[in-house]
């Protein structure tokens, strides 16, 4: 019994080491050799850029070539869909708009055998509808048809496609239409996983009334124009074959041209612990089918692992600290965290692990809201995982004459006295 509990410490202690080289936050890029040999080795495949990353903290848990710029083909609507959730958050478009389908939008004037929807010149479609065209089936006709309805033309959209992305901070992503078809858009695995993050972050309503939908129906009887008429239910299914079958799996796009290969960037949630993954750049044999399928393969195996391999906990706090607010209109600080609480680590420290939280026990007014405070600190058997921000909730500005008279006094001799 001694020799096996030996055992599992040193083994335990190789992992948080691992953590520790990678500044606690992440695995080394090459952590296929890094992890070789132990159980957390992933999995062999064939895309040329691959990422894994958890959602509640976007810790690198797997990368292979993440910085290797490929197309992202269809995993560009994405990109597309967040400037739409953006015009309607500002109120300059609702769900629920209808828009007069364009023949610019529409075959032949798409490319010959790229996905569509099937919108047709004429049809007054919702916005909700066409979202869903462009994030279930990946119609590119639906990508345009945002795009025209938001910025008159593809070109312009992409400028704002370009923008949205720079204020993100994803300097290493490039557009230049809103569906994904040109070679000449640009991602990399690294980047493109960190927008999907922000993306469900930004939009959590997105997974729900769009990306884990099993399919759509359309044209519906209300599509109808004056030279067409559909005729019975018209399904189209998810492109995304692990949101129809795999546990947990509910986004979030797949992509293909032939100047990228087979693209994918998927996310499943299990209790609390929920992974992103992205692979660029697959190939598969034979018929797209057979390439497509292989991507799917690979996307499991790539969950599979990491959910085999690590979870996501939340260690109690109990309530945050308030702080005394010295000289401030309010005589407490409330904080907030500036990301989850929560550290995703190997399965085999989740029982071991610890969080403390580090905030002074007074500041001096005034306090700007966001302002950094202190942290919280996760560790496991004495070595640092993850430190998360405490910030200000909200700004506490200086008191009137009185408060800070009183507070004057009160603090030295709170100090002579040995207190805060």
């Known amino acids: 019994m001694k020799l096996m509990i030996a055992v599992k410490k040193i083994?335990?202690?190789?992992?948080?080491?691992?953590?520790?080289?990678?500044?606690?936050?992440?695995?080394?890029?090459?952590?296929?050799?890094?992890?070789?040999?132990?159980?957390?080795?992933?999995?062999?495949?064939?895309?040329?850029?691959?990422?894994?990353?958890?959602?509640?903290?976007?810790?690198?848990?797997?990368?292979?070539?993440?910085?290797?710029?490929?197309?992202?083909a269809s995993l560009t609507k994405l990109i597309t869909l967040h400037i739409v959730y953006q015009e309607i958050e500002a109120g300059r478009l609702s769900e629920d708009e209808l828009v007069t389908i364009d023949k610019r939008d529409c075959s032949p004037y798409i490319p010959y055998g790229s996905t569509l929807m099937?919108?047709?010149?004429?049809?007054?479609?919702?916005?909700?509808?066409?979202?869903?065209?462009?994030?279930?089936?990946?119609?590119?006709?639906a990508a345009f048809a945002l795009a025209r309805r938001i910025s008159g033309s593809n070109e312009a959209f992409a400028g704002r496609m370009n923008q949205a992305?720079?204020?993100?901070?994803?300097?290493?992503?490039?557009?230049?239409?809103?569906?994904?078809?040109?070679?000449?858009?640009?991602?990399?695995?690294?980047?493109?996983?960190?927008?999907?993050?922000l993306y469900m972050r930004l939009h959590p309503?997105?997974?729900?009334?769009?990306?884990?939908?099993?399919?759509?129906?359309?044209?519906?009887?209300?599509?109808?124009?004056?030279?067409?008429?559909?005729?019975?239910?018209?399904?189209?299914?998810?492109?995304?074959?692990l949101v129809l079958k795999y546990p947990g799996c509910d986004g979030?796009?797949?992509?293909?041209?032939?100047?990228?290969?087979?693209?994918?960037?998927?996310?499943?949630?299990?209790?609390?612990?929920?992974?992103?993954?992205?692979?660029?750049?697959?190939?598969?044999?034979?018929?797209?089918?057979?390439?497509?399928?292989?991507?799917?393969?690979?996307?499991?195996?790539?969950?599979?692992?990491?959910?085999?391999?690590?979870?996501?906990?939340?260690?109690?706090?109990?309530?945050?600290?308030?702080?005394r607010a010295w000289f401030g209109a309010d005589?407490?600080?409330?904080?907030r965290s500036a990301d989850d609480l929560a550290v995703t680590l190997p399965r085999s420290l989740a029982d071991s692990v610890q969080a403390r939280v580090d905030v002074p026990a007074s500041l001096d007014a005034p306090i700007v809201k966001g302002a950094g405070v202190g942290e919280v600190v996760y560790s496991a058997h004495g070595n640092v995982l993850r430190r998360v921000d405490l910030v200000a909730a909200e700004a506490v500005p200086t008191?009137?004459?009185?408060?800070?008279?009183?507070d004057a006094f009160a603090k030295f001799f709170s100090r002579l006295f040995g207190g805060v």
């Open 11 to 72: 083994f335990e202690a190789l992992l948080v080491g691992i953590l520790l080289l990678c500044g606690g936050k992440a695995f080394a890029e090459d952590s296929d050799a890094a992890l070789r040999g132990l159980e957390l080795k992933a999995p062999s495949v064939g895309a040329k850029a691959v990422v894994v990353i958890d959602e509640a903290t976007g810790s690198l848990l797997y990368a292979k070539n993440p910085d290797l710029v490929i197309p992202p």
């Open 205 to 241: 309503q997105a997974i729900g009334e769009l990306h884990s939908l099993h399919y759509i129906e359309f044209p519906r009887p209300e599509h109808a124009t004056d030279d067409f008429h559909p005729r019975g239910r018209m399904i189209q299914y998810n492109k995304n074959n």
């Open 118 to 141: 099937y919108l047709r010149p004429g049809m007054r479609v919702s916005i909700i509808d066409l979202m869903r065209g462009a994030a279930v089936v990946s119609g590119n006709d």
């Open 399 to 406: 008191g009137n004459v009185f408060v800070v008279v009183r």
């Open 165 to 197: 992305i720079k204020a993100l901070g994803l300097t290493d992503m490039y557009f230049v239409e809103p569906s994904g078809l040109s070679e000449k858009n640009q991602v990399t695995a690294r980047s493109y996983a960190a927008f999907c993050r």
């Open 331 to 335: 005589r407490r600080l409330r904080l």
């Open 252 to 323: 979030l796009k797949t992509g293909y041209i032939i100047e990228s290969g087979y693209n994918l960037a998927a996310t499943a949630k299990r209790g609390e612990t929920r992974f992103i993954i992205v692979t660029l750049g697959g190939t598969g044999e034979g018929s797209a089918s057979g390439g497509a399928g292989q991507r799917s393969h690979d996307g499991g195996a790539l969950l599979d692992w990491a959910f085999s391999s690590f979870v996501t906990v939340h260690p109690s706090l109990g309530e945050l600290p308030q702080p």
